[in-house]
């Protein structure tokens, strides 16, 4: 069962623009949500999270939005620069980490 | 400060071969989970240590998969008698305790190749 939907897998947005990432969950039950970010032959880097109580959470160019009765998150990147062109994994936390399948962003200058 | 190590880098096996694959976590870190990732998939959850512990392994495929992580540091990841359906990139990652934040470090993975 996949708990964790990330329904775009691709995305491409011009540089100094915003990029919105989306993400569907079904558990209720999950306590946090993160976003991590994926380089080639790298493995995924933490970028930020937010707790289930929340509904937003800001670092610098990037803004999580959590709407818990649409079982929606979504990731903002703003403005866009090159440098964050990767693959973009949200997950859910309630035991395990639960991930989606990934959106590939690319960044164009 | 050192992140997390993942040996080897690529692993090609036939079928039918063990294989071994190891972790080192971030030092201090209490947590250190094992994930499979399949081509054009996220992370999928394998198994869960805290301390020397293994608190969960839910997520092991089979039998043929074992992890241990004897002095709670270092972990290995056996997989006994390879598939082809086995091939993947396998992500070792760590965290400080569970109530200390949710965030967990990846190492770079192995991509394990079975023919």
């Known amino acids: 069962d996949q708990q964790v939907k990330q329904n775009s897998p691709s995305l491409s947005v011009q540089e100094g623009r915003i990029s919105i990432l989306n993400c569907d969950y079904t558990?209720?039950?999950?306590?946090?949500f993160l976003w991590y970010k994926k380089y080639p032959a790298e493995g995924p880097t933490f970028l930020i999270s937010?707790?289930?109580?929340?509904d937003k959470n800001e670092d610098g160019r990037f803004t999580v939005f959590l709407n818990k009765s649409a079982k929606h998150l979504s990731l903002h990147i703003v403005p866009s620069q090159p440098g964050d062109s990767a693959v973009y994994f949200c997950?859910?936390?309630?035991?395990?980490?639960?991930f989606g399948a990934g959106t590939r962003l690319t960044v164009k200058p | 400060g050192a992140g997390v190590s993942q040996s080897p880098r690529y692993k090609v096996a036939k079928r039918g071969q063990d294989v071994a694959l190891r972790c080192d976590p971030i030092?201090?870190?209490?947590?250190l989970f094992w994930y499979q990732q399949a081509l054009g998939q996220g992370p999928e959850f394998l198994t869960y240590?805290?301390?020397?512990?293994?608190?969960?392994k839910s997520g092991l495929p089979s039998d043929r998969f074992f992890a241990e992580r004897p002095e709670g540091s270092v972990s290995t990841l056996k997989i006994q008698r390879t598939q082809q359906e086995d091939s993947a990139v396998y992500l070792c990652?760590?965290?400080?305790?569970?109530?200390?934040?949710?965030?967990?470090?990846f190492g770079p993975g192995t991509r394990l190749t079975v023919t």
């Open positions: 990652a760590s965290s400080l305790a569970r109530g200390r934040g949710p965030e967990q470090y």
């Open positions: 558990n209720s039950m999950f306590d946090y």
């Open positions: 937010i707790s289930s109580i929340k």
């Open positions: 997950a859910a936390r309630l035991n395990d980490m639960r």
């Open positions: 030092s201090g870190h209490v947590s």
């Open positions: 240590f805290q301390n020397e512990a293994q608190l969960d």
